[in-house]
């Protein structure tokens, strides 16, 4: 079964920093983008970096110049490097991957289950 799995949230301390990553279960035939969301009560989810397959990257206007997203094509995995966290960065950080596993008819989108990050002031 394909699955994204993300880990490395927590807690840290306002101008720390944090890295998530997001592995993929499961036979893999091509990875389309591949992004990092954010979510908080209330507020619709937003995009927070996303790297495309031909490794362009994008990002936020809040997280630009502090997060860094990145592909290891070795793992099928993605990371996110977040330097410089301040409290508005605390949020639950969504693992997406639009990719082709094995046995399907095309790409499809995939969510993981989420990873809370608090940034205490």
């Known amino acids: 079964q394909v699955q994204l799995l993300e880990s490395g949230g927590g807690l840290v301390q306002a101008g720390g920093s944090l890295k998530l990553s997001c592995a993929t279960s499961?036979?893999?035939?091509?990875?389309?983008?591949r992004a990092w969301y954010r979510q908080v009560p209330g507020k619709q989810r937003e995009l927070v970096a996303m790297?495309?397959?031909?490794?362009?990257?994008k990002y936020g206007d809040s997280v630009k110049g502090r997060f860094t997203i990145s592909r290891d094509n070795a793992k099928d995995a993605v990371d996110l490097q977040m330097n410089s966290l301040t409290v508005e960065d605390t949020a639950v950080y969504y693992c997406?991957?639009?990719?082709?596993?094995?046995?399907?008819?095309?790409?499809?989108?995939?969510w993981g289950q989420g990873a809370q990050v608090t940034v205490s002031s």
């Open positions: 499961g036979y893999i035939l091509s990875f389309d983008v």
């Open positions: 997406y991957s639009r990719m082709w596993p094995r046995g399907s008819t095309g790409y499809k989108d995939y």
């Open positions: 790297v495309s397959k031909d490794g362009s990257t």
